[in-house]
């Protein structure tokens, strides 16, 4: 079962927040959709000669917002934006770097006028560096940040990971600062720019392979569903087709595991104590879960290991996710509606908070939805709306 969204009716994190959505794709979208589900006023903006195309990926992406239609190269759109961006707190933006200062729109150009401005600027390697020129997407960055190298077989070609880590990771962390740079601002009164390449993201997450390598001098290579260090912990087929996670990883749960299995000879087995000996032993315990685990079905399973307290679970396709009911319990399956007129199944509000939760105001916008009603709120009267869109400026 899925849920209609929550409508964010109690006050919002970041109610009174103004958000410019300058950007494209996925990563600037979804950095400032994450600040609209918590309260602020996000406007979309794009061009009126080339709106972006209303997918699946739009409409999740950009839930939330308001849009509107502006011609940065157009003198009077060009007007008409920096007045906007003259009430905001936050630009989101992932032209390549120097699109915006070759316009006249650079974020020190518009702090002229609104010295508070906060500027979260995205691109494939940042604003700085040999590469910052360069062109990048999520699976370049992916290529770039060393995730891609260690995913896969070890006898194969490295595979890109299944999600669009890097894009959907570094919308993360650029909602994350730009709350740091709200917070910076109540004592400097003054904005600054945030600086994000895309590549960024996953090698803040790669863990301890830089240490790893500075001590030793050698890349982890790729080792399929193994993670080097970390035992029991695989990927297992049951009797009925489906996959099985079992991560059993410290000392108790490892005994629980053994003791589960009807073999807990196996805690005292010299070939797996003391903690190095299992590490090195890795595949030899794997061998050994892996003909438990195929005796039964997926269901029996679980049902031992649960009842044993041992962290386990299905590989999950979409499909298991909404029909789970733990997922409907977190609100993690929601049905929302979408530009294109018809209701899309989406993923729910992360995270969760107790006093200012997160809610949904409204569904991703179509071109120019709410042109008449954000420029007047700047001041503009219908006859300027209409003259502005004669000019070719919205």
């Known amino acids: 079962m899925t849920k209609e969204p929550p409508t964010g009716s109690l006050p919002g994190a970041l109610d009174g927040v103004r958000v410019i959505n300058a950007g494209q794709i996925i990563a600037g979208p979804f950095t400032a959709t994450l600040l609209a589900e918590f309260g602020a006023d996000v406007i979309k903006v794009e061009s009126p000669e080339n709106p972006a195309v209303r997918t699946v990926q739009f409409a999740q992406d950009h839930r939330g917002q308001r849009g509107v239609t502006i011609n940065l190269r157009h003198p009077e759109g060009k007007a008409l934006f920096q007045k906007l961006a003259s009430t905001a707190d936050i630009l989101v933006e992932n032209f390549r770097p120097g699109a915006l200062e070759r316009l ?189 685990v195929a005796k039964r079905t997926l269901e029996e399973n679980l049902k031992i290991l649960d009842e044993a307290a041992v962290p386990c679970t299905k590989v999950y396709a979409t499909s298991d996710i909404v029909a789970d009911p733990h997922y409907e319990a977190r609100d993690q399956v929601l049905t929302v509606d979408s530009p ?31 042109n008449a009603e954000v420029f007047t709120e700047l001041g503009c009267s219908p006859e300027d709306i209409e003259a502005l869109r004669t000019a070719g400026a919205i």
């Not at 880590?165 to 740091?180: C, K």
Request: glycine share 12%; proline share 10%.
């Open 104 to 292: 006249g729109l650079s974020p020190d150009e518009l702090r002229d006028e609104n010295p508070g401005l906060i500027a979260i600027r995205i691109s494939g390697y940042g604003q700085t560096g040999p590469y910052r020129d360069r062109t990048g997407f999520d699976r370049v960055a992916l290529g770039f940040s060393g995730m891609t190298y260690v995913t896969g077989d070890e006898d194969r070609p490295p595979v890109r990971p299944g999600y669009f880590v890097a894009d959907y990771g570094t919308g993360i962390f650029a909602a994350y600062g730009a709350v740091l740079a709200l917070r910076a601002r109540e004592t400097t009164g003054r904005g600054q720019d945030i600086d994000l390449g895309l590549f960024e993201a996953p090698w803040r997450m790669s863990g301890t392979h830089l240490p790893n390598y500075g001590l030793s001098g050698e890349n982890r290579e790729r080792a399929g569903n193994y993670y080097p260090g970390v035992v029991p912990a695989e990927q297992f087929e049951t009797s009925d087709g489906h996959h099985l996670i079992i991560n059993a990883t410290t000392q108790r749960p490892f005994e629980r595991l053994c003791e589960a299995m009807g073999q807990p000879e196996l805690i005292t087995d010299p070939r797996f104590t003391p903690r190095e000996a299992l590490v090195a032993n890795a595949h030899a315990i794997h061998d050994i879960i892996r003909p438990w």
């Open 340 to 370: 294109m007129g018809e209701q899309l199944l989406q993923p729910g509000i992360v995270p969760r908070l107790t006093e200012t939760p997160g809610g949904i105001p409204r569904r991703a916008p179509k071109p120019g939805e709410h």
